[in-house]
């Protein structure tokens, strides 16, 4: 078992999860975090640290999806080991539907949809 990062980071990028995570299994991109399910000790620190509640054990159902994001871009994202301020407009995206979400996000910075 391990934890993912989903649907709820994007656009948000909360980085309170990082901070408490002992083995730094966290990878930063340009509008989420995702989480190296090769590092991550299921250890389930980082979970309650989530405002948004964004991180999900990946036995969850339809977890497949968001885990596997989570290992494509753990490969080649840098590691996040340390608190930084969300963006500006963290708050405004919290409460919005995925399609509005991940058009937002194909269209500024296509890391989802090529």
């Known amino acids: 078992?391990?934890?993912?990062?989903?649907?709820?980071?994007?656009?948000?990028k909360h980085t309170d999860c990082v901070?408490?995570?002992p083995v730094d299994c966290f990878r930063e991109g340009p509008n989420m975090l995702v989480i190296d399910p090769e590092e991550?000790?299921?250890?389930t620190l980082c979970v309650?640290?989530?405002?948004v509640d964004a991180i999900l054990s990946d036995t969850?159902?339809?977890a497949e999806?968001?885990?596997?994001i989570n290992r494509k871009f753990a490969e080649v994202w840098p590691n996040i080991s340390e608190k930084k301020t969300p963006p500006a407009d963290a708050e405004k995206w919290q409460n919005l539907t995925i399609r509005i979400i991940i058009r937002k996000l194909?269209?500024?910075?296509?890391?989802?949809?090529?």
Do not use: F, H, R, S
Not at 48 to 51: F, G, K, L
């Open 1 to 12: 078992m391990t934890y993912y990062v989903n649907q709820a980071c994007v656009m948000c």
């Open 106 to 114: 194909c269209k500024t910075a296509k890391v989802l949809c090529g």
């Open 60 to 62: 969850e159902d339809g």
């Open 40 to 43: 991550c000790i299921d250890c």
């Open 48 to 51: 309650a640290e989530c405002p």
């Open 19 to 21: 901070e408490v995570c």
């Open 65 to 68: 999806k968001w885990a596997e």
